[in-house]
């Protein structure tokens, strides 16, 4: 079984940062592939950043170039740097793993993945 577990939402003004964290457990093998979703209010769930067991990532055109994905040594804490945050950045943030990624971030699907924190949320101010 696998455990995500979200952190480091807030609100901020446009134009600042904020870092997410999700702190995951469970069989290392379950989760090689992680990602960020987010879904802001009557939208659907879309995926952001995804890294892969292989140092891989990859990024949705609405956010590359101003977040970055990484993973500490040990596996343990995926993070989410956001810069150059925008009011359309407002939303729920979801941590979320499988045990190999189907391709980049922007070809998988929230059903793709079998295991999902609670949501961390993000409100950017203009």
């Known amino acids: 079984q696998v455990q995500l577990v979200e952190s480091g939402g807030g609100s901020v003004q446009a134009g600042g940062s904020l870092r997410l964290s999700c702190a995951a457990s469970?069989?290392?093998?379950?989760?090689?592939?992680m990602a960020w979703f987010r879904q802001a209010p009557g939208k659907e769930r879309e995926g952001i950043a995804g890294s892969d067991s292989f140092g891989g990532t990859s990024y949705a055109d609405s956010v590359k170039g101003r977040f970055t994905i990484s993973q500490d040594n040990a596996k343990t804490t995926l993070y989410l740097q956001m810069n150059g945050l925008k009011p359309d950045d407002t939303g729920m943030y979801y941590c979320a793993a499988r045990s190999w990624c189907l391709g980049s971030i922007r070809t998988m699907r929230s059903g793709d993945f079998d295991y999902w924190g609670q949501g961390t949320q993000v409100t950017v101010s203009s």
């Open positions: 469970g069989y290392t093998s379950s989760r090689a592939c």
